[in-house]
């Protein structure tokens, strides 16, 4: 993508502004991979100043977390999720293409010693691709005072793979871990986490939660609270659609905050009713959700 078509991190302050002051109480920043981007830290202390703000997390691969934790925790970071869909160094090089799994999990350390202590790991699993890596996965947010989410794939973006082979349900895994250990759910429901996850505890007392997300299998738009700005300013009001508002252009057309925010109302009354994901069948939406950003 060419810079020029970038929002700048000014510029999405400032939209990030104008949804806080209509109620907004959560940002998240992910990406692509958002801990790249230079100075992202004065964006997340930015955000988490304005008023009735709660919360500012970061979705990240970990690539970069042993460089930017310190900075991340100073900069008022309540929460990181990892992605990380495998604990084994040649089936994370196989999955990622580039990336080298110490280096991850390194990151994860450094977020700790930085005092960010509320970190869960996301994990799309596949069949024949790392469903050996449930119960691993498991034993090492056990074992590291993390949580754990596991998302059923969502079909964005023409793959190699086919999505029908590979599928596994949420309830599949929860069942492989609740015969190893026993799971109770959880008495708060998402609306608690304010998002899609599905939250499970060990009946052991480990502190650590187990959460599905499950775009398929239990379809969750009904309680969908969330739109998702791209790194080059559409707002998205759904992942399923490709329906957007261009909010770069009305930034750099001089637009004031208040068309903005006009404009942003009236979109979310158009958000659709529901996603059409369906693993059978070709992504309607050929947009991957790492070039969507956001």
Excluded at 75 to 80: D, F, I, K, Q, V
């Amino acid at each position: 993508l060419a810079r020029k078509n970038l929002l700048t991190l000014e510029e999405i302050a400032r939209i990030g502004k104008i949804f806080a002051e209509n109620g907004t109480q959560k940002f998240r920043l992910t990406g692509g991979e958002p801990l790249i981007r230079k100075n992202i830290q004065w964006l997340v202390q930015e955000l988490g100043q304005y008023d009735g703000v709660k919360q500012i997390a970061i979705t990240t691969n970990g690539s970069q977390l042993r460089r930017v934790a310190p900075a991340l925790k100073r900069a008022g970071t309540t929460r990181l999720n990892v992605s990380l869909d495998t604990l084994d160094a040649e089936n994370f090089a196989r999955i990622t293409r580039t990336g080298r799994l110490h280096t991850v999990l390194d990151g994860i350390a450094a977020a700790q010693a930085a005092g960010l202590d509320n970190i869960r790991l996301n994990a799309v699993i596949m069949r024949g691709k790392n469903d050996q890596q449930i119960l691993p996965l498991v034993d090492y947010a056990r074992n590291h005072g993390l949580h754990l989410a596991f998302i059923e794939e969502m079909p964005l973006g023409d793959i190699s793979h086919n999505r029908e082979q590979t599928f596994i349900a949420s309830h599949e895994i929860r069942d492989i871990i609740h015969a190893r250990y026993p799971l109770s759910k959880a008495l708060f429901g998402s609306q608690e986490e304010n998002g899609p996850a599905d939250y499970w505890l060990f009946q052991d007392g480990n502190p650590s939660r187990i959460g599905f997300i499950s775009p398929h299998s239990c379809n969750f738009c009904a309680d969908c609270n969330r739109v998702r700005l791209t790194v080059e300013g559409r707002l998205l009001l759904c992942l399923g659609h490709e329906d957007s508002i261009d909010l770069r252009a009305m930034l750099r057309g001089g637009k004031s905050d208040k068309e903005i925010r006009d404009a942003i109302a009236n979109g979310l009354q158009h958000k659709p009713e529901k996603h059409t994901f369906s693993v059978s069948e070709k992504p309607i939406v050929f947009r991957h959700m790492s070039h969507t950003g956001g």
